[in-house]
């Protein structure tokens, strides 16, 4: 696998990411991939390692970015929204119309977790040149999101908070630095885990609370039938406080043929990454294989196994 360093621009601003390339013994532009990381990530979080080592040695190209005002790219991280990175992700697909090692007619995205599986629904639904999905552990809907992370009355001072926010920015200019956490709160699982820790340091420590609002105006859930008839791979884990496995479920009933939905079950949010991954990563390269070449994706599909504790529907 060859690793580029690569950097272009959006915005006006730079965008640095990462290009993983396979065998250069190939003759012919291939198949790509893009992907932006999820909530507060960075493009070099080892989490991703093994999807992208998997996606090259069946021939496909990974390229995923730094967002704006995240890691090694240009920007101010004050202005945090998922509007501002669905337009990176439209650019990073810009950029790889440009490389001679792609086929332009052969791109893919993959996303994982919250904003990361939301971000794949939101960039396929708006750039017809994505032409195969796989989004993992996704939100379909940013106000669900931030509600559910809190108790009534918690959700109710919350909505204060951001108003007298607004009301202070209308005023002065100036809004509320808080800490990520405040906005998204983290399970008692996030708290715990180590799997992000190679990148948590380098993230934003405040953003402004305002950002709130760009994420409970977030709504893939939205969009997500106008990437019919391109096909769809959900991942979800079952009973996911930390990105709800409704929300998998209401995108994949929404989205349109052909689609499948996996339910990775006997496990949690984090846990899953390292125990299903040698289940689930095959089935991401096959989904990509398939839907990144001209042959129509024919199978209609119920799974349970015992050993893997997972459900698997897939529709024509």
């Known amino acids: 696998m060859r690793e580029q360093h690569v950097a272009f621009y959006s915005g006006g601003e730079r965008v640095v990411g990462t290009l993983y390339l396979p065998d250069p013994s190939r003759n012919e532009p291939g198949p790509a991939i893009v992907q932006g990381p999820g909530w507060m990530g960075l493009r070099t979080a080892r989490l991703y390692g093994p999807y992208h080592e998997a996606f090259v040695a069946a021939g496909m190209a990974v390229l995923i970015i730094d967002y704006r005002g995240f890691g090694d790219s240009g920007g101010d ?38 904003t990361g599986g939301g971000n794949a629904v939101s960039l396929a639904a708006a750039d017809p040149r994505v032409k195969c999905v796989v989004s993992q552990v996704p939100v379909a809907d940013g106000r669900d999101w931030l509600r ?18 607004r009301a202070k920015r209308v005023a002065t200019g100036q809004g509320e630095l808080v800490r990520p956490q405040e906005i998204m709160i983290p399970t008692p699982e996030r708290r715990t885990t180590s799997i992000k820790r190679d990148v948590d340091s380098r993230v934003p ?8 609002e760009g994420i ?38 929404r989205a349109g043929p052909p689609k499948r939905l996996i339910i990775q079950r006997q496990t949690t949010h984090y846990a899953a990454y390292r125990q299903y991954g040698k289940t689930i990563i095959p089935q991401m390269v096959d989904w990509f294989r398939r839907g990144l070449t001209a042959a129509p994706i024919r199978a209609v599909e119920t799974f349970a196994g015992r050993e893997e504790h997972m459900v698997i529907e897939e529709v024509e």
Do not use: C, K
């Open 77 to 114: 991280p004050l202005a945090f929204s998922p509007t501002r990175q669905l337009e990176d992700l439209i650019n990073s697909v810009t950029y790889l119309t440009t490389r001679p090692e792609v086929n332009a007619d052969r791109i893919g995205v993959f996303g994982s977790g919250g």
């Open 148 to 165: 559910r992370m809190r108790r009534v009355h918690e959700w109710y001072e919350f909505l204060a908070r951001l108003e007298a926010d």
């Open 205 to 212: 420590t405040r953003l402004p609370l305002a950002a709130a």
């Open 216 to 253: 409970m105006a977030y709504q893939p859930i939205e969009v997500v039938d106008r990437i019919t008839p391109r096909p769809m791979l959900i991942v979800a884990v079952e009973n996911d406080p930390v990105t709800p496995t409704e929300h998998a479920e209401a995108l994949y009933e």
